[in-house]
């Protein structure tokens, strides 16, 4: 089983920096099908008791759908490792959290907003905010319609 090697830091979309939740919907855009297939994954939603219908909204991911909420970074690089994402069903505050490769990490039945464990300024921050401009910067063309976060909220 892999091994992340590296330290994550946390990233709440209303804090920023701007850049990093940019890239976050460039990269997602076009992703439709989740693997929902991890151990850890199948082991949270037998825990949680998440039921089966929830489980199969996520194979119809949909970044316009769903609202992303948090995004990891390394923090050696300052590039995105997996992104958070809710979505309201049946009264419902999910919260699916996407790694390398399209994976399904875990799903929650959110009932707090976890806004308390993300960075909000500092080095790592202005870190974050410059690697992602220049990805951005290098992987976007000038004529794409370039995600802006208001559009996600």
């Not at 909420?69 to 809710?86: H, L, M, P, Q, Y």
């Not at 500092?122 to 974050?128: C, F, I, K, Q, S």
Request: contains cysteine; charged residues 25%; proline residues 3%.
């Amino acid at each position: 089983m892999y091994k992340a090697n590296y330290e994550t830091a946390r990233f709440h979309v209303e804090f920023g920096p701007e850049s990093l939740f940019v890239r976050v919907l460039f990269k997602m855009g076009d992703v439709h099908k989740l693997y929902l297939d991890g151990k850890h994954f199948k082991q949270r939603l037998g825990e949680r008791a998440i039921p089966d219908d929830i489980v199969q909204a996520l194979c119809d991911f949909d970044i316009n759908s769903w609202v992303l909420r948090t995004a990891e970074v390394r923090t050696d690089r300052g590039k995105f490792v997996n992104s958070t994402w809710e979505k309201t069903l049946y009264g419902h505050r999910y919260q699916v959290t996407i790694g390398i490769g399209n994976y399904v990490k875990t799903i929650v039945d959110r009932t707090s907003s976890g806004v308390d464990k993300c960075i909000r300024g500092g080095e790592l921050y202005n870190l974050v905010a410059r690697v992602n401009d220049e990805l951005m910067r290098e992987e976007a063309s000038p004529q794409s319609d370039t995600p802006h976060i208001a559009a996600n909220l």
